[in-house]
């Protein structure tokens, strides 16, 4: 099968990867750490080529677009959870694979990597630590999932990466000995040490009362995020099963539950109102229209700036690893790929464009992976 035919079932990210892969594994790869390249400026400089336009779907109409972020997911038997037998999607999947290894298979490969270095795990929450439920509400992690991030977490800096509200994403993990930053990057709670002048946060204390870091680069956009939110739950509230979720420095609108007949208008309601808020805009997420400030900051510059208040950017010796399934998440993916830094591992069980180098079908592979990072752990301190 051509994977790059139109016919071609791989769902084309709309960021795109602008590096090419290396081809060759990044066990043979080589290595050399980069700095942040951070700007004093979180502003984006490139305005908006149209307000409410969404930033990172080429598409010409709201249903194409919200249609192109929803792709169909591979169907299970009707008696059972297990997948059907193997069809074209599995072919496909397996041809896909062969430019995404999964993790788990390449595990030797990474770890030979990983000798002699610190590997920091960052981890997205929703598809990736709990599986996609219609409710937001209900997105819960299982108690084994918590066993192995808080095992985990007891060998390798861990920190959890999402686009919910800092505080919504702790209290669905729970685990005070991780590092959390909330809204897409926008809201990061870390260690207290000396830091770049670049990053410029606040002292306040976690919920044990430990001082830490906040940081916060769209604390100027706490009001207007707060005034977009009323008004797309007045906008949306006549729209059955439309969710609007605040996630204090983002607004995520759910049309997960909504009939299909009713996405445009729910896309359109989104885009009207954005007019009025040029300094929003708009990107997409798994059945997810997600508002957030136009602020150079991301997944990838939150990763870079935990590596940086961890004591770990700069460094030879440090591996980081980012494990997540989202579009957001390819911006993390992108700044560990582009500077050689460190593997993104994507997690989908269908073929999708990404920056990652590996893959995990599910949140129980992740698991899996997660625990094998915790024997290999053991093993090598044992034999040290
Ligand atoms: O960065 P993440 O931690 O992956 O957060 C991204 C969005 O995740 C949540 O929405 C997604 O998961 C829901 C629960 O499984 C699902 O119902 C929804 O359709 C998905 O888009 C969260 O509710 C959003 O606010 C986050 O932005």
Redesign the pocket.
């Known amino acids: 099968m051509d994977l790059k035919s139109n016919t071609s079932p791989v769902v084309t990210d709309p960021a795109p990867v602008t590096q090419s892969r290396l081809g060759i594994h990044s066990a043979l790869m080589p290595y050399s750490p980069a700095g942040p390249t951070f700007s004093p400026t979180l502003f984006l400089s490139i305005p908006r080529k149209k307000p409410g336009i969404l930033d990172d779907v080429r598409s010409n109409t709201w249903l194409d677009a919200m249609k192109s972020s929803s792709p169909t997911h591979r169907k299970k038997s009707k008696d059972s959870s297990a997948e059907q037998a193997p069809n074209e999607n599995d072919l496909a999947y397996r041809i896909w694979m062969l430019k995404y290894p999964s993790a788990l298979s390449s595990f030797e490969q990474i770890t030979n990597y990983a000798k002699g270095k610190r590997i920091a795990l960052f981890l997205?929450?929703?598809?990736?630590l709990?599986?996609?439920?219609?409710?937001?509400d209900q997105?819960f992690m299982s108690s084994a999932m918590r066993a192995a991030v808080r095992n985990v977490a007891k060998y390798l800096p861990t920190a959890i990466?999402?686009?919910?509200s800092r505080d919504k994403?702790y209290d669905f993990v729970g685990l005070a000995e991780l590092y959390y930053a909330g809204s897409?990057g926008m809201d990061i709670m870390s260690h207290v040490r000396s830091i770049s002048d670049d990053y410029s946060c606040i002292r306040s204390t976690d919920k044990q009362g430990k001082e830490v870091n906040l940081f916060q680069p769209a604390s100027e956009f706490l009001p207007m995020i707060d005034e977009v939110f009323r008004s797309l739950v007045e906008l949306t509230k006549d729209i059955t099963g439309g969710k609007v979720?605040n996630?204090k420095f983002?607004v995520?609108v759910?049309y997960?539950n909504v009939d299909e007949k009713s996405w445009s208008t729910i896309g359109e309601s989104v885009d009207e109102l954005l007019k009025h808020y040029p300094r929003l805009r708009l990107t997409h997420?798994?059945?997810?229209l997600?508002v957030r400030p136009v602020l150079n900051w991301d997944k990838g510059k939150a990763v870079e700036f935990l590596l940086e208040s961890l004591g770990l950017n700069k460094c030879d010796d440090v591996l980081p690893i980012y494990i997540?399934?989202?579009r957001?998440?390819e911006d993390a993916f992108k700044v560990l790929r582009e500077g050689n830094k460190g593997y993104g591992i994507l997690v989908s069980s269908i073929p999708k464009e990404s920056s990652a180098f590996y893959s995990l079908r599910d949140p129980s592979e992740v698991m899996e992976f997660l625990k094998c990072l915790v024997s290999w752990k053991k093993s090598s301190a044992c034999s040290n």
């Open positions: 997205d929450y929703d598809g990736t709990s599986p996609i439920v219609d409710d937001p997105a990466i999402s686009g919910r994403v897409h979720e996630n983002c995520s759910h997960r997420g798994r059945k997810v997600e997540g399934d989202d957001t998440d």
